[in-house]
């Protein structure tokens, strides 16, 4: 019997990178997983690989009615969740003087209005005890060039994540958030070509104490804590970052 034999999650963002590391790790302990992404490929592919005890939705998170859509199809597969990784989000690189208005809108659409309202629409099917786990990010509280934008969007998730934890105690749940760093998630290489990919890493890595990429199964790990064995923890935010914040 797996560990989390009877769960049931939803995880935005899960067809790739963390997310998908983290469905991959609770499919394997017995869970349910429902998993969002935009794009249908990628989410076909995810789905094959986490076999019958995943569902895979597209969904947008910066729309509110897909959204909306969502919170009907997680009620109709699972009727209470146990977990909810508001996780979906996109990175945008632009110094400060050249990010665009449209720019910083989808930022602003994806990174903070997506989870603010997955987190609103799904509360009502969170059974007592849930954890909820959004993703911010050590941009939050470093300056970190051509990131203004991206470090922001996760500054104010930071901020909605004590609200959140603070409005949903009297029904029982937890509200954390996990704070990447430097993470081999592929995410680099989804939005820049692959030699400044490359480049941007090791600028990165200068900045790491522990001079290492994160794995995507370390995310995963975190998750499962916070979602699960962090019963007296609310409100907080984990450093997953090999001490860039903190050393």
Do not use: C, W
């Not at 992404?37 to 509110?64: C, M």
């Amino acid at each position: 019997m797996g560990r989390y034999e009877g769960k049931k999650i939803v995880i935005t963002g899960g067809s790739s990178g963390f997310g998908l590391a983290t469905a991959r790790l609770l499919v394997g302990e017995g869970a349910r997983v429902l998993i969002t992404g935009r794009h249908q490929d990628a989410l076909d592919a995810a789905g094959a690989t986490l076999g019958g005890n995943a569902i895979a939705v597209r969904s947008d998170a910066a729309s509110v009615p897909d959204v909306e859509a969502l919170a009907g199809r997680v009620e109709e597969e699972f009727g209470t969740v146990d977990a909810l990784f508001a996780n979906a989000g996109i990175n945008g690189f632009a110094p400060f003087e050249a990010t665009s208005e449209e720019l910083f809108d989808q930022l602003l659409a994806v990174n903070t209005k997506g989870p603010y309202f997955t987190v609103q629409k799904l509360a009502p099917l969170l059974a007592e005890g849930a954890g909820v786990v959004l993703t911010t990010s050590v941009a939050n509280v470093r300056g970190v060039p051509a990131l203004s934008a991206y470090a922001a969007t996760k500054a104010a998730l930071r901020s909605m994540t004590r609200s959140m934890a603070r409005e949903l105690l009297p029904a029982g749940v937890r509200v954390n958030a996990i704070s990447p760093g430097m993470i081999d998630s592929g995410i680099l290489e989804k939005s820049l070509p692959a030699e400044a990919a490359e480049r941007t890493k090791q600028e990165l890595l200068a900045h790491v104490p522990m001079m290492r990429l994160g794995e995507p199964d370390e995310i995963a790990r975190v998750f499962t804590f916070l979602a699960f064995e962090a019963t007296y923890t609310t409100g907080a935010e984990l450093a997953v970052d090999g001490g860039a914040s903190q050393i």
